[in-house]
């Protein structure tokens, strides 16, 4: 049986990136392949590249999701239609359902239901939230960097491809690629695909339970064309960039062989909740470029499982002593997946 505690490590606080570096494509690389680890750069991405490989990244948009409403800190995470979201509080006792709250700009929102997990369930009375949240809202950074939205945040919390609106954390491993990167990529003979998951309470939220088997994953909105899962299906090698490129894909995986299909994947425009601890058989990805993630989080969970517990935690003690940069705004690591 996993445990939640068998996922923990030691970081020192001063490693948490609370800025990003003055260049995107100027953080540092550990490449983690079986027990051994090397010191790189994320320019090296490129030497990793092979003719007839697929990347995949997440193309999905942050949207200012933090906002005030009559002095409530409200952070949007889920949409459920185009009028109604789901959103956190930390004031979640003090407001009940039926109740109505005043945004800055004066917009109305009602509080249609209530849940433990999910937080509050809003209903804008406005033609265009979208609109509403880019007059008022912040980007919803991570409570870990300690510090609120700056201008520049606007422009760095975002990958330079990101398109459709729909997440509320940035799907950080994208963050270090250029438009210049994009492009050196394809000159290597390999192709982008780009595809989209909505980042919201599933990718971040904390495990509160001690028994892996317990803890209830949020569901997140995710999609692969039928023209992108056939560039898939004929890739050499698949190279997932962040943890929900690779949950995207290993849904559409799962799919895949839950219909008895003979490809890596299936197209899927759809809802996961998909949870990857060690003992998950990966059906999709071969290699994963990802972030530092937080002990104990689903992330450094499913990065285990992808490229060993112990691997894991060994590199991330390297890391530690070599003092990379951690979580959204740090460093980056290129895994390869482990033989079971």
Not at 64 to 92: Q, Y
Not at 288 to 309: C, D, E, R
Request: with cysteine.
């Amino acid at each position: 049986m996993l445990h939640t505690s068998d996922f923990d490590f030691e970081l020192p606080p001063e490693l948490i990136a609370s800025h990003p570096l003055e260049k995107r494509d100027a953080s540092r690389m550990l490449v983690v392949d079986k027990n051994t680890v090397a010191d790189k750069h994320i320019r090296d991405f490129l030497d990793y590249i092979k003719p007839g490989d697929v990347v995949v990244f997440n193309n999905s948009r942050v949207i200012p999701a933090r906002f005030m409403a009559d002095e409530h800190e409200i952070t949007l995470h889920t949409s459920v239609n185009d009028h109604d979201w789901w959103g956190l509080c930390k004031k979640f006792n003090k407001i009940n359902i039926g109740d109505t709250l005043t945004m800055d700009d004066g917009t109305k929102i009602q509080v249609v239901d209530k849940d433990e997990e999910s937080g509050l369930l809003l209903h804008f009375d406005c033609d265009n939230v979208f609109d509403v949240l880019n007059n008022v809202g912040k980007m919803p950074l991570p409570p870990y960097m300690k510090r609120e939205e700056e201008v520049a945040d606007r422009e760095r919390y975002q990958t330079v491809y990101a398109d459709p609106l729909g997440s509320m954390a940035a799907p950080t491993a994208g963050l270090h690629f250029t438009d210049e990167l994009m492009g050196e990529i394809e000159k290597h003979g390999a192709k982008i695909v780009k595809i989209t998951l909505h980042v919201g309470a599933g990718t971040w939220m904390p495990v509160k339970t001690e028994n892996l088997s317990e803890h209830k994953m949020h569901s997140e909105w995710c999609c692969i064309t039928p023209e992108q899962a056939d560039i898939i299906n004929n890739a050499v090698r698949v190279i997932a960039v962040g943890t929900t490129s690779m949950r995207t894909l290993e849904s559409a995986a799962i799919r895949a062989r839950e219909s008895g299909v003979k490809t890596r994947v299936i197209p899927i425009c759809d809802n996961t909740n998909i949870f990857i601890t060690p003992g998950y058989k990966f059906g999709a990805v071969d290699i994963l470029l990802t972030n530092f993630h937080l002990p104990k989080s689903t992330l450094f969970m499913l990065v285990s499982a992808f490229a060993g517990l112990p691997e894991m935690k060994s590199a991330y003690a390297h890391a530690v002593a070599e003092k990379y940069r951690f979580f959204s705004y740090g460093d980056c690591c290129l895994l390869f997946k482990k033989d079971v």
